[in-house]
């Protein structure tokens, strides 16, 4: 009995885990493959998930976000909320946006998790027309 309980708790987490992006993050530039910053994402009481910018890594040039057009304009990048919005659809998060912080321009947002990576895609109209970052699970 002991030995079926355990399974079931186990199968259950696994399932609940799977699929979860919670959690920190490091952002990886898909163009130099250097390691920028961690991403802390959440859920709030919306049901909805969020990222902020929690750790820099790299020095930017800016420490404020100057491109932004929204209420992130001028503020710093470090506490940032650069992703809003996320909705679970089956396996993937979307529906929400994304803001690169270097240029201040907000993108749709498609996130979808393989193991301890994220496969994160900002695109502006159609998800063909846009790129894809991995992201790597802190620890």
Known sequence: MKKLLATLVFSLF????FAQIEGKWKTIDDETK????IVEIYKKSDGKYYGKVSQLLI??????CSGCKDDRKGKPILGMEIIR?????????????ITDPK????YKC???KDGD??????????SLLGRTQIWQKVN
């Open 34 to 37: 250097q390691a920028k910053s």
């Open 103 to 106: 240029t201040g321009k907000t």
């Open 117 to 126: 990576k994220l496969n994160v895609r900002g695109y502006m109209g159609f």
């Open 110 to 112: 498609t996130i979808t």
């Open 85 to 97: 919005g996320l909705a679970k659809d089956g396996d993937e998060f979307t529906g929400g946006t």
């Open 14 to 17: 696994s399932v609940m885990s």
């Open 59 to 64: 020095k930017p040039a800016d420490p404020n």
